[in-house]
């Protein structure tokens, strides 16, 4: 690209059109960008040099203009998609008068008649048109009209796609976004292997079902976490305005099938969160509050645990074994949702990530250590005495040095908080998360004899949930089993 800019005279203007707009424009030396790219046409396979800014390239073999490289960022594809459509539209409203204009014989072939003896030409009518592919622009005798509703349907498209976005949980939105980004590490690594580099936009059996293979050998990810990362991408491109083939989507999870029966592959994630027993919430809620610095920690001073967060973690705790909590939904829970009553608590669990509203009931427990309802109580009289609002989050984040903050507490710090209880209760060796106490009330739940209904109403799962069903297996896994009773 240098070799040529380096021979053209800039004194002289250069007026160029563009093929997608129409708008003209006198191009200067700083217009010339850098070919730093190649695009792969995906009709005859001829590598292109173009710049890698680039929305569209046109292949010099073939001339069929496909998205460029360029178009992979959200707001260049935004632009190009606007751009492309009002072009559109000035074309539909050309044609248009180029049909008002030629009176009822428009659509019939234009023919010039010269005289046998004569060769002086008819007079026609020159219109403003453009050349089309046999097949590509409108038949013979149609001519599209101009309809303003074309526009504000597109312009409405656009923005109902920024609305669902915006509305999207900014913890998704990271995880797609990550998601993306290994999409294009998959995308180097390719252009690496095969030398050549394929759009972003490239969505197809071959590419997915790839992604899937380089996410297995290459990144050494779990099954579980590849099924993930292939529905972020989908969805991702489908943000983007990017084609998602069924086919290319029901060959990849074809490829995951049998990864999910390696127990070699399986064993690469971080594994399925254990279910917790009252047991264990007795043993995280009478823990001593001096936790000593853990091993290969910068910190090397014993640390007391403020009262004002223990008393947090508590009822953090047994909130979520009795309601069968999400991470989401403790953490937007609200004082004036859990109300008091002479049975025990009636708890509205707010609607998170699209999730049907609930209302369950809470009845105190046996042992002050575990019970919800006297946890909560010795909680909130605390927060209320630091200075909380008493129509507030129901759980704030507390500081070391026992400060309480005025916003709710995140989901992710509430998962951490179960998380780090469990740790210095010295429950080793099993992987407790925030998930823990919700498959622990349905598998404490139907040893002690609870029905299935009741427990699935309580944690909001729906009827053919395969989740809930393997958590009422994994509680009735001695009841009336096979041996017991057989005379063995």
């Not at 913890?171 to 976004?177: D, E, L, P, R, S």
């Not at 490829?255 to 043993?283: H, N």
Request: aromatic fraction near 4%; include cysteine; glycine fraction near 10%.
């Amino acid at each position: 690209m240098d070799r040529q800019t380096e021979a053209v005279d800039w004194s002289v203007p250069a007026r160029v059109r563009c093929g997608e707009c129409g708008r003209r424009h006198t191009i200067v030396e700083a217009d010339v960008m850098a070919h730093d790219a190649v695009h792969v046409c995906w009709r005859c396979s001829a590598p292109n040099s173009c710049p890698s800014a680039a929305a569209r390239v046109e292949c010099g073999a073939c001339g069929l203009s496909d998205l460029g490289p360029g178009s992979a960022d959200p707001a260049v594809n935004a632009v190009r998609r606007a751009t492309e459509g009002l072009r559109t539209i000035e074309q539909q409203a050309t044609l248009q008068a180029a049909k008002d204009r030629a009176g009822p014989d428009a659509g019939r072939a234009w023919r010039v008649d010269l005289p046998e003896a004569s060769t002086e030409l008819e007079p026609v009518e020159v219109v403003d048109a453009e050349i089309v592919e046999d097949g590509e622009g409108p038949s013979a005798g149609t001519v599209a009209a101009y309809d303003p509703a074309t526009e504000i349907l597109a312009a409405l498209e656009m923005e109902a796609t920024q609305h669902l976005d915006d509305n999207r949980p900014r913890k998704t939105k990271t995880g797609y976004a990550r998601d993306w980004a290994l999409w294009g590490e998959y995308h180097d690594w390719l252009a690496e292997q095969r030398g050549a580099r394929l759009a972003l936009s490239d969505i197809t059996v071959g590419t997915l079902v790839g992604f899937v293979k380089w996410l297995d050998s290459v990144q050494k990810a779990a099954p579980n976490s590849i099924e993930r990362r292939v529905t972020g991408v989908a969805s991702e491109a489908r943000r983007q305005g990017y084609e998602v083939p069924k086919a290319a989507r029901a060959a990849a999870t074809q490829a995951l099938k049998p990864l999910k029966l390696d127990k070699e592959r399986q064993a690469r994630g971080r594994g399925k969160a254990a279910a917790i027993t009252p047991a264990d919430l007795r043993k995280m809620n009478t823990a001593p509050r001096e936790r000593a610095p853990q091993e290969g920690a910068q910190r090397t001073q014993v640390r007391v645990v403020p009262e004002l967060a223990r008393l947090r973690d508590r009822s953090l705790h047994t909130m979520r074994f009795a309601v069968a909590g999400r991470n989401e939904e403790m953490s937007q829970l609200d004082d004036a949702g859990i109300q008091l009553v002479a049975e025990g608590l009636e708890v509205h669990v707010p609607s998170v990530k699209g999730r049907p509203a609930r209302d369950v009931v809470v009845s105190y427990g046996e042992s002050a250590d575990t019970c919800a309802v006297r946890c909560w109580i010795a909680w909130k009289e605390a927060k209320l005495a630091a200075g909380a609002a008493p129509t507030g989050p129901a759980y704030l984040p507390v500081s070391q040095w026992g400060e309480l903050g005025t916003e709710r507490l995140s989901p992710d710090g509430c998962g951490r908080a179960m998380s780090r209880s469990a740790q210095y209760a010295g429950m080793t060796g099993r992987r407790i998360t925030g998930h823990s106490g919700r498959r622990g009330l349905v598998t404490t739940g139907r040893k002690r004899g609870k029905r299935s209904e009741k427990l699935r109403t309580q944690g909001g799962w729906s009827k053919n949930s395969p989740v809930f069903w393997e958590y009422v297996d994994e509680g009735d896994r001695w009841e009336d089993n096979a041996t017991e009773g057989i005379g063995m």
